[in-house]
């Protein structure tokens, strides 16, 4: 089975950048859609930034678009969060999340599923 590892999360204060790393197992990374989703107490999951199979097409939700950045590294089995200019608000538990082919970023849609990283924005 497709096995998915968040890494990266940690305490920044307000204005600083996290990356976050999900490496897979198991299977070559290059058939699968990612995704990054972020969930809180009292709120559904919701998807943050997601990116094509191929890396050409890629999603942000609007709350992180300009701050946060998604890429992959096929050969390296690994794709990445970049976060910027953070903001408490965004302090969640952030998943990564794999599906083959393509979606539209709904949590539904992936199949795969890590097991979460804390982020945390505060001073």
């Known amino acids: 089975q497709l096995q998915l590892v968040e890494s990266g999360g940690g305490l920044v204060q307000p204005g600083g950048s996290l990356r976050l790393s999900c490496a897979a197992s198991g299977f070559g990374l290059d058939d699968y859609a990612i995704g990054w989703f972020r969930q809180a107490p009292g709120k559904g999951r919701e998807g943050v930034s997601c990116?094509?199979?191929?890396?050409?097409?890629?999603i942000y939700a609007d709350s992180v678009k300009g701050r946060f950045t998604i890429s992959r590294d096929d050969a390296k089995n690994t794709a990445y969060l970049q976060m910027n200019r953070l903001k408490p608000e965004d302090t969640d538990v952030y998943y990564c999340?794999?599906?083959?082919?393509?979606?539209?970023?709904?949590?539904?849609?992936?199949?795969?599923w890590g097991q979460g990283t804390q982020v945390t924005v505060s001073s």
């Open positions: 999340a794999a599906v083959r082919g393509h979606s539209d970023c709904r949590p539904s849609e992936f199949r795969y």
């Open positions: 990116i094509s199979s191929s890396g050409g097409s890629v």
